[in-house]
């Protein structure tokens, strides 16, 4: 059977007029050309299973294959609605002889997870993506923005490129101590796992010493890691780079058996998802959460001293929410906030949008934007808008200056970009962040 085939337009042959007899009355009429189209027979081209073959023969690849065409992922995914994407088009790309590996459109999943949500045959972007990308990486078909961070994460150890000795330089504004367990290497109840754009991101920053106001506040003993903190990888491995992935996983497996800790909380998504899942499938078992998970059953104990008085909506991160199946504990925190008054936006909780920086994209807006009408933030951000909310709410590190920088070049600037626990921090006595 052939697979795939390229239909030409058909052929159309027509005359600017006929004369045709009526078989019943035997008059004669004259019909436009509309009327009297003849087509010669489609030619359906043979494109082979080579390009199909090449992804599907990976390990992780196989169920591109599956695709059976219903097209169900096509309008559930985000970059589609932004350009032309989606499984089934990959897939037909594949059938119709493209190298998938040389092509630049192989990057452009985020590995959001909404098209195998709604896939019968369980064609799963999630596999796909990363085992193409790594034959990709292999054969030498990398974006260039992408092996930059692949070169600071392996230098580096964080995809900033940052001095690992600066990773707790956020904790000197603080205005709480911040324990540093190399320094201080005694059990602690929370090991605070905060990941690269929270140590490195200026907004980041701001996000982490607001937790650790938090924590302080609920007397919950907490500690990090500082310097021997490494980013656990989530998005390089899924950006292609397993081998990377699996070296960090074990530097960091190493530097956690030096301590004693009961859990791990982060407030990264990504972080939260590696934990969770990948280190366990390679036999590493730690109790983990992500941050709105630890605070949201301990709301009403968060001693508030104002009121936020603001209509916010709330995006879900792809990792925490479709990933992880978490959409509850992030709405409980906001709701708890006096003054918050939570509106959904269309597409939220399993229908959420993914606001593109997911599976490498946060790396790639350059060649995203060659392929792509408007950035996923940007529509995200628009989406928020719509709403009429005066706040954007996010609990991921990588959505802040996303959408900061979304609501400025949408001209959205009214909107403000909040993690939610600047929020908290806010409405809380002894709270530092600034702002109304
Ligand atoms: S939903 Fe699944 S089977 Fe249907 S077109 Fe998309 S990938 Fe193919
Ligand atoms: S995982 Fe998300 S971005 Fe990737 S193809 Fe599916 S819906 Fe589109």
């Known amino acids: 059977m052939p697979v795939g085939g390229e239909k030409e337009r058909p052929v159309a042959h027509e005359k600017e007029t006929a004369t045709v007899t009526s078989q019943i009355s035997g008059l004669e009429w ?14 359906l081209r043979d494109h082979g299973t080579a390009e199909l073959q090449r992804i599907s023969a990976l390990e992780g690849g196989e169920s591109l294959e599956w695709c059976y065409g219903c097209g169900k992922c096509v309008p559930v995914c985000p970059v589609d609605l932004v350009g032309e994407y989606g499984p089934r088009k990959l897939h037909r790309l594949a059938q119709t002889g493209t190298n998938l590996l ?29 085992a193409a990308r790594e ?12 092996q930059d961070v692949f070169e600071k994460t392996f230098r580096q150890g964080n995809c900033l490129g940052e001095n690992p000795r600066r990773r707790h330089a956020w904790t000197r504004g603080a205005g709480v ?24 991101h200026p907004r980041g920053q701001q996000a982490a010493q607001a937790l650790a106001r938090i924590l302080t506040v609920l007397g919950i003993d907490f500690a990090i890691l500082g310097p021997e903190e490494k980013t656990l990888g ?4 899924l950006a292609g780079e397993r081998g990377l992935f699996e070296a960090l996983m074990e530097d960091v497996v190493a530097t956690l058996a030096k301590y004693e800790f009961a859990r791990i909380v982060t407030p990264d998504p990504h972080g939260f998802n590696a934990l969770r899942n990948e280190y366990t ?3 590493h078992h730690y109790e983990v959460a992500h941050y709105t998970q630890l605070l949201a059953p301990l709301a009403d104990r968060i001693p508030w001293s104002k009121s936020i008085d603001a209509r916010v909506t709330f995006h879900d ?10 959409y509850d504990a992030p709405r409980r925190l906001l709701q708890s906030i006096p003054g918050v008054e939570l509106v959904e936006m269309g597409r939220c909780r399993e229908n959420g949008y993914c606001c593109g920086g997911g599976g490498g994209g946060m790396w790639l807006d350059g060649l995203t934007a060659g392929r792509t009408t408007e950035r996923l933030s940007e529509r995200r951000v628009r989406e928020a808008a719509e709403t009429g909310a005066e706040i954007l709410a996010v609990c991921c590190p990588y959505e802040v200056s996303r959408f900061e920088d979304a609501a400025k070049s949408t001209g959205n600037e ?19 962040a600034g702002g109304d």
């Open 30 to 43: 004259e019909l436009p050309g509309m009327w009297n189209r003849m087509f010669e027979s489609r030619v």
């Open 102 to 130: 040389a092509d630049d459109r192989l990057w452009l999943c985020t590995t959001c997870g909404n098209c195998l949500r709604v896939c019968p045959k369980q064609v799963d972007m999630i596999q796909i993506a990363p």
């Open 234 to 237: 989530d998005s390089q491995r």
């Open 414 to 432: 009214q909107l403000q970009v909040l993690d939610i626990v600047e929020l908290i921090d806010r409405a809380m006595a002894g709270g530092s």
């Open 177 to 200: 101590p911040v324990r540093v367990l190399p320094s201080d290497p005694s059990p602690v109840d929370v090991l605070f796992y905060v990941e690269d754009y929270w140590s490195y």
């Open 135 to 146: 034959a990709a990486v292999g054969a030498g078909h990398v974006p260039t923005e992408l």
């Open 281 to 283: 499938k390679r036999g």
């Open 317 to 326: 991160p792809c990792y925490l929410g479709r990933h992880n199946g978490e």
